[in-house]
């Protein structure tokens, strides 16, 4: 009975996020967040990671027995046996041709770190590309021409002006109803472009009736694929018909067939792949009020700048405009989780940052002297010293009705996440009356660092003698060196060993004697 119930609140924990995660955010109380919302959080948080990084690929490369390094090879029987499993699952032609075997043998021999690096951005991109798959009833191997499209890099542009995962053209983009405007770039939106890849290559199957061929008029266009087929004398499918077509298009099925070969057995080539630095489950969305710069968010809540812009690619800038619907902004669930408790601040900020009140500067009065030795009148700054050392120290702060962090963080010059940290707080909610201790830097002798500027003393140049050389000494051969690594928190063995491309079994012969499941913040551990 207890764990019937215990399963009860689980699902209705995760439905209840899941909703908060996909829906638009409607009216946040950035009054006392609930600190039950805050654990539902953090807690989905680390089981969406656990998740993303449990795979069988460790237990392959362990069976299999391969170091690190190692480049497995296969006989052209192997690869064909591997290829006719993904045939039967698949309702692509991916006949294993000389040209496919070519192109495999090259990318798992030649290309294997674009392999780990494409790996490591699916976790990212593929869970969205299944579901607009999956809704619009299209093979779920597609996912793969974006691989060889992008490489799974959003913003990546060719030098015909492609732009985006799936590599639309601007005038491809507008028919699919891709906008475009000095700020922002629907093609580099990875839902709005997925859709439209999804509508196109709908249309180009139902032309043809061949997935390869439709593949190939997605590289080539439509117009080269049908002049091909009239030149094959009207053959209607893609290897009868690619002697025919553009060069670059002949070898473009191969690729895609090599992307999801390798994609599928990148364990058996020893292949593994690199550290996911985010997962779509993670991610939430919040629509904004009005427009707003990037800055903003990341002086509020300490969330990277860089970090925001890489999962917001579709803003062309740093500034997200004001538009009817609104403009939305994706990130981790406890980065967004920030923004809505502190909503109000963060529109405070923006406005208090970019449409200040103006500044009434006083006239300054400048002493001048004239000196029969020197014509010209020169200017004298009175009193300039050169400024002390810094220091920091903590001003006290009484809250005032109405005040929120980012009023304060903006009065001070300083962000919320300094705040909070000076006052150990867990979370941003104030009331009037308290007292803070706010960080400053002034001076040793307590007062603001002067701005004014001392004029340097002309001083006789110091002539040095120049240096002995040295006698040429032949260089010692280069001995690979050991390499270390420091456990961070919330470090695991398999983490490791992922991101310095080992498995878990190679750790541990590097580390002989340690258990990989009950190491420490700090610990050191070898990996080379």
Not at 132 to 143: D, H, M, Q, S
Not at 328 to 339: A, M, W
Not at 375 to 383: A, F, S
Not at 409 to 425: L, P, Q
Request: hydrophobic share 35%.
């Amino acid at each position: 009975m207890k764990k019937s119930i215990t399963i009860l609140v689980f699902n209705l924990i995760t439905v209840f996020v899941f909703s908060q995660a996909r829906d638009s955010i409607k009216k946040p109380s950035t009054k006392n967040p609930d600190p039950f919302i805050n654990t539902v959080e953090q807690t989905l948080s680390a089981f969406y990671a656990d998740v993303a990084n449990q795979s069988n690929y460790d237990s392959i490369i362990n069976a299999l027995n391969y170091e690190q390094g190692d480049i497995p090879h296969f006989t052209d029987e192997e690869y064909c046996e591997r290829l006719e499993k993904l045939n039967e699952m698949s309702p692509f032609q991916l006949d294993c041709t000389p040209a496919a075997l070519s192109t495999i043998k090259f990318f798992a021999e030649k290309r294997r770190s674009f392999a780990r690096v494409v790996l490591g951005r699916s976790a990212l991109y593929f869970e969205m590309f299944e579901e607009k798959l999956a809704y619009y009833g299209l093979p779920i191997e597609l996912k793969y021409l974006a691989v060889i499209e992008s490489g799974l890099r959003p913003q990546v542009k060719s030098r015909a002006g492609a732009l985006g995962l799936w590599q639309f053209m601007y005038s491809s983009g507008l028919y699919f109803g891709l906008k475009e405007n000095s700020y922002i770039d629907e093609r580099m939106d990875p839902e709005l472009e997925t859709d439209a890849a999804c509508r196109y290559l709908k249309k180009l199957y139902d032309i043809y009736g061949d997935w390869n061929l439709a593949l190939a008029s997605y590289n080539a266009g439509p117009g080269n694929v049908n002049k091909a087929i009239r030149r094959s004398g009207g053959k209607k499918t893609y290897w009868e018909v690619r002697p025919f077509l553009p060069t670059e298009t002949q070898g473009y099925v191969p690729n895609f067939i090599a992307a999801a070969y390798l994609l599928t057995y990148h364990a058996e080539h020893n292949i593994v792949p690199m550290e996911a630095k985010w997962n779509y489950a993670q991610l939430d969305t919040i629509c904004l009020k009005s427009g707003l710069h990037m800055s903003t968010i990341s002086k509020l809540t300490g969330w990277e700048l860089e970090e925001i812009q890489a999962l917001n690619p579709i803003y062309k800038t740093s500034y997200i405009p004001f538009t009817t619907p609104r403009q939305c902004i994706s990130g981790p669930l406890l980065e967004i989780g920030k923004l809505v408790s502190l909503e109000t601040e963060l529109y405070q900020m923006e406005k208090s940052t970019f449409s200040p009140a103006p500044v009434v500067v006083p006239e300054v009065k400048e002493e001048t002297i004239s000196s029969k030795d020197s014509p010209k009148p020169e200017k004298i700054i009175t009193n300039a010293v050169k400024p002390p050392p810094p220091v920091i120290v903590l001003i006290d702060h009484v809250v005032k009705r109405g005040e929120g962090l980012g009023i304060i963080a903006a009065k001070y010059g300083v962000t919320v996440s300094e705040i909070m940290t000076t006052n150990a707080m867990k979370s941003p909610s104030l009331f009037a009356g308290q007292k803070l201790k706010i960080p400053q830097i002034v001076t040793t002798t307590g007062e603001p660092i002067s701005t004014e500027v001392v004029a340097p003393i002309k001083e006789k140049p110091v002539v040095t003698p120049p240096p002995t050389p040295k006698p040429k000494v032949k260089p010692k051969p280069v001995v690979p060196a050991k390499k270390y690594y420091n456990v961070k928190s919330g470090e695991t063995g398999t983490k490791i060993s992922q991101k310095n491309n080992l498995t878990q079994q190679q750790l541990s012969k590097l580390n002989p004697g340690v258990n990989l499941d009950k190491i420490t913040v700090g610990q050191r551990l070898r990996v080379k």
